[in-house]
């Protein structure tokens, strides 16, 4: 098995459709704090290495879906979206792995609660959605293994958007994936707060799909992310079960640095960051060193996102005026 129509119809195969009408699904956005950087199979989207991350709910994605009689509809925050744009032909393209005969158009509206000026990518929080409202209206009840298995599909941190809380998106080993999914931490951590910094909101010239492939194909520093991971995976579980927030916050941000060095080591070199990046960074360092515990995580992209806890949230909010503040567990 190793294409994505075969992981589905296994996945589907005993399961009975008691079709409904219509049915809606929430999933929110996820960050990493040990990340995806590059993978073992394309097709499936299978990580070389396992990740970590916290959701962000209520900020995420609601996605309402029916089956209909005549082609797709694709409605995006209340706007019909052309087939030929990216975002329908992904999401059609994504439908295409569920229908049959008797369900064979589908409407989604789909609505992302994240504001546009946040930075915060919605793919995983929107597959993850799809994927959960899939499940409900066909009646499969599947188990959250399998909607993590089948979000993976779609965009790989997807698998880590369907439970809420920390989410370890295991690699596994083996070829078809079936070992390869998000499982919820048991921690939860009510003071820990997320700062977002949003430096540009531009499309990026280069998608991680693609700097992800880039880097692990040509950056000599790529063979040491594995390693880096295993560390840091065992660091954060610790810092997470111990609450410990020094160790926390030092190892996602070692993790995102680690990262953003292998695309810098890559040929041709990826470099996400803006001028306005290294000020910030500056910025938080200096602050720590005069005693502030704050660190910072970044994705595939210039903004920058804050790692505090509540206690020190006034003086953040003073420091950085236009910081957008998020408690992951409300
Ligand atoms: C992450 N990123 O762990 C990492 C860190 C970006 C930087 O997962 O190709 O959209 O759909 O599997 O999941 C972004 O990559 O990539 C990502 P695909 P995805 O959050």
């Given at each position: ?10 996945l ?21 704090l ?69 369900n064979?158009?589908y ?72 070992d390869?999914?998000?499982?919820l ?58 609450q ?39 910025k ?46 409300n």
């Amino acid at each position: 098995m190793r294409n994505k129509q075969e992981i589905v119809n296994a996945l589907l195969a005993a399961r009975s459709a008691s079709p409904s009408k219509q049915a809606c699904s929430f999933a929110p956005v996820n960050i990493a704090l040990c990340k995806y950087w590059g993978k073992r199979d394309a097709e499936l989207n299978l990580p070389n290495t396992s990740s970590l991350s916290v959701t962000l709910a209520p900020l995420g994605t609601n996605t309402t879906i029916s089956l209909i009689d005549q082609a797709d509809v694709v409605l995006l925050n209340c706007r019909e979206q052309q087939a030929s744009t990216p975002f329908s032909r992904k999401l059609v393209a994504f439908l295409d792995l569920f229908r049959t005969k008797e369900n064979f158009y589908y409407l989604v509206d789909t609505e992302n609660n994240i504001p546009t000026a946040a930075g915060l990518a919605s793919s995983a929080s929107g597959f993850a959605a799809l994927v959960k409202a899939l499940d409900q209206l066909h009646g499969w009840n599947l188990s959250t293994i399998e909607l993590s298995i089948l979000a993976r599909l779609g965009s790989g941190s997807a698998c880590r958007s369907i439970e809420e809380g920390f989410v370890e998106w295991q690699a596994g080993t083996r070829p078809d994936g079936m070992d390869s999914y998000g499982i919820l931490l048991p921690e939860r951590w009510p003071d820990l707060r997320l700062g977002v910094l949003t430096i540009s909101t531009q499309e990026k010239a280069i998608s991680s799909r693609q700097a992800m492939s880039i880097t692990a194909a040509t950056s000599t520093l790529y063979e040491s992310w594995p390693r880096q991971v295993s560390k840091d995976m065992v660091s954060l579980k610790k810092a997470i079960a111990e609450q410990n927030f020094d160790l926390f916050g030092e190892t996602a941000e070692r993790n995102a640095l680690a990262m953003h060095a292998t695309m810098l080591s890559s040929w041709p070199p990826v470099f996400y960051w803006l001028s306005q990046t290294v000020e910030i960074a500056q910025k938080i360092w200096k602050l720590r060193e005069e005693g502030l515990p704050l660190f910072f995580t970044m994705d595939a992209g210039p903004n920058i996102k804050l790692l505090f806890l509540q206690k020190n949230q006034q003086e953040i909010e003073s420091q950085f005026k236009d910081v957008k503040v998020i408690t992951p567990f409300n």
